[in-house]
T-cell receptor, first 111, second 116 residues
Framework: KQEVTQIPAALSVPEGENLVLNCSFT??????LQWFRQDPGKGLTSLLL?????REQTSGRLNASLDKSSGRSTLYIAASQPGDSATYLC??????????FGAGTTVTVRA | GAVVSQHPSRVICKSGTSVKIECRSL??????MFWYRQFPKQSLMLMAT?????????EQGVEKDKFLINHASLTLSTLTVTSAHPEDSSFYIC????????????FGAGTRLSVL
């Protein structure tokens, strides 16, 4: 059974600092990996999708890396802003198309 | 991008009543829709997979008679929580895919269910 772990559970940083969010998974047989953002009481916004054959994906200030062999992905957010405050979820997409989610990292960026 | 609408966003009901939650794909035909449940500070847990015109596939431990799923068209899936109890209070989120179920899932905004 695929287990997805996100560390730390919560993170508070001053504005301008770079953010590093970690995600680990137990079974490297994944189809894709996806990072989401969730604001309090809201649904999910997809940030980045990394295919299993890729090592990283970039979008603006966001960069996500994937190391399938070690079962790890890292989301980097450069020059954090207060608007980046949210919970960030990592999900691995299995070959039966189901998503297995981590519990998330709640980020607070202090102005 | 693809938009998934979920309604209602919040519902409060009395214990013993049934509640229906709708999930619509607004600008694409969703062959597959998924229903998730999220408890506070926990990850999303897949409840069931819904394919248009066929019976939903439920995950282990999810009561199919408790959580009725109907996917009557390519743009609409409904989740009905029957005879709701306070322990059913949770955040329910749907998602939809276009074509191959392994394609990217687009998520609704979620429904907060509170059972009194």
């Amino acid at each position: 059974k695929q287990e997805v772990t996100q560390i730390p559970a919560a993170l508070s940083v001053p504005e301008g600092e770079n953010l590093v969010l970690n995600c680990s998974f137990t079974d490297s047989a994944i189809y894709n990996l996806q990072w989401f953002r969730q604001d309090p009481g809201k649904g999910l916004t997809s940030l980045l999708l990394i295919q299993s054959s890729q090592r990283e994906q970039t979008s603006g200030r966001l960069n996500a890396s994937l190391d399938k062999s070690s079962g790890r992905s890292t989301l980097y957010i450069a020059a954090s802003q207060p608007g980046d405050s949210a919970t960030y979820l990592c999900a691995v997409i299995l070959f039966d198309y189901k998503l297995s989610f981590g519990a998330g990292t709640t980020v607070t960026v202090r102005a | 991008g693809a938009v998934v609408s979920q309604h209602p966003s919040r519902v409060i009901c009395k214990s013993g009543t049934s509640v229906k939650i709708e999930c619509r794909s607004l600008d694409f035909q969703a062959t597959t829709m998924f229903w998730y449940r999220q408890f506070p500070k926990q990850s999303l847990m897949l409840m069931a997979t819904s394919n248009e015109g066929s019976k939903a596939t439920y995950e282990q431990g999810v009561e199919k008679d408790k959580f009725l799923i109907n996917h009557a068209s390519l743009t609409l899936s409904t989740l009905t929580v029957t005879s709701a109890h306070p322990e059913d209070s949770s955040f329910y989120i749907c998602s939809a895919t276009l074509g191959d179920p392994k394609n990217i899932q687009y998520f609704g905004a979620g429904t907060r269910l509170s059972v009194l």
